[in-house]
């Protein structure tokens, strides 16, 4: 599976290519004020809280998974076509354009990559940035589901004791309950490897280097075979893990509730520490 494009390769074939602005971060409700003010020439901008997630619920998490249906429309006022090349990014390292990159290959589409470093990366090649709204001719998109795997809450608890890992995606203080700053609980699911989504990337917000990223994972246990979940928060940065594991050759599954479902039900087990 190719996870990333680089700015270069986009700027020497930009032809034909639907880009997806998706700038994105927790408490920051001013991506498309961002987007309006400098974007990549053609982008369109995607809101994530809603084309990218359905309504929050305590039994499903701050962001579900929209429905098939909701996704495909969604995308065809992207501009998004049957056979569509697509680059999705933002301005944060590919923490928020991930989950775009995952739900459209859960939708079936084939051909979708996250520009490594997003907009810094664009302008530091050359690329220049245009202002104001973008509005793209509708596509045709058709997705048909099942092209990435997901796990329920049980399933994904159920990992560590069945020989699998399960990655916890936050930032490290979250995972040992020091600080919880938007879910009910503070802590981590029980047998839980913090795996933080910001130790994917290197300083300058791209992406670590496939072999990097081949030793950071296998020192939390993953080598290619093992059977691996992902979680997060809401279902958002872990999408961002999942594409590093893909950069190394290794499928993960996405658990969508994630920590916002997990801590939300008062009979679920929470530990705390690291």
Sequence with gaps: MTVLTTAEQLLAAPEGVVLLDVRWALGDPHGRERHLAGHLPGAVFVDLETELAAPPSAAEGRHPLP???????????????DGSRVVVHDATGGLAAARAWWLLRWGGLADVTILDGGLAAWTAAGGRLDAGPVVPEPGDVTLRGGGMPVLTAEE??????SGGVLLDARAAER?????????????????????????NLDTDGRF?????????????????????????????????EVAALAEVGIQAALWPGSWSQWSADPTRPVVTGP
């Design 156 to 161: 994904a608890a159920a990992l560590p004791a």
């Design 175 to 199: 995972f040992r309950g020091e600080v919880e700053p938007v879910d009910p609980r503070a802590g981590h699911v029980p047998g839980a490897v913090s795996a933080p989504t910001t130790g």
């Design 67 to 81: 429905s098939l249906q909701a996704l495909q429309s969604a995308a065809r006022r992207w501009g998004v076509r």
């Design 208 to 240: 670590r280097a496939a072999a990097a990223l081949s030793e950071r994972f296998a020192a939390l246990g993953v080598h290619p075979g093992t059977t691996v979940g992902v979680y997060c928060g809401s279902g958002v940065t872990a999408a961002h």
